[in-house]
């Protein structure tokens, strides 16, 4: 951004969905002055369980089966995902 560019105001959205489809086709810099950014505080943020990466097993199952993604437990997700994958690639 320019030195004395004044930061476009960030629009209001009507939802979630709204406001991610506006932010992957704008650029932040455009809207926020990142040199005034400060690190966020999150006090009673608790610490996760789930595993952190690209896909969890049962993000991985949904997509695969969206129709049995609700009643799915996780040895079920688990052995959904090996025969596919078995049957995918043998």
Known sequence: MAKN???KPVPKFANEAAERA??????STAYLDWKKAQP???PNLKPSSAKAGRYTSQ???NVLF???AAKATPADVQEAIRTYIRKRFP
């Open 59 to 61: 993000d991985l199952h």
């Open 66 to 68: 969206p129709k049995k």
């Open 5 to 7: 560019k004044r930061p």
């Open 40 to 42: 966020a505080v999150i």
């Open 22 to 27: 506006f932010w992957e086709k704008n650029d």
